[in-house]
């Protein structure tokens, strides 16, 4: 198994939206890419964490391809927006991409030149080493698979 963390706004349709994609074993919701260990939804609400929501992917690579998750990233999200995706605002809906490896790296930076030449607007997606993941709590995994709404 490898793993992929992606921050494309709230992370309720993204998580959905990775969990339909075969090969996908596993999606949680959670917290990176800021300074506070162990935050609360609360806290990464003020913005002064510094971390994005963001979904941590779970996949098995014989099945699907890093590059065919970065496609589903680009098209469940607006990437021209700036800490923001529709009426969510701030640096917590930021565009990321988290990469664990070199090779994600790489990846990730030509899979944006792709995407650009979809979009009238420059991509503002941050691509960023991993660090840390703060796992969301419980309430917030599969939010809209247990409302009746994924």
Known sequence: MATATF????FWGVETA??????VTDVTVGYSGGTTAEPTYE??????TGHAEVV?????????SYEDLLEVFWSVHDPTQVNRQGPD????YRSVIFYHDADQ?????ASRERAQQRFRGEI???IVPFEAFYPAE???????EKRGMA
């Open 7 to 10: 921050g494309a706004g709230c």
């Open 18 to 23: 990775f969990r339909r994609v075969e090969g």
């Open 43 to 48: 806290q990464v609400c003020t913005g002064r």
């Open 56 to 64: 941590q992917v779970e996949y098995d690579p014989g099945r699907v």
């Open 89 to 92: 605002v701030g640096t917590q």
């Open 105 to 109: 790296e790489a990846a990730a930076r």
């Open 124 to 126: 503002a997606t941050e």
């Open 138 to 144: 419980e309430y917030h995994q599969r939010y809209l």
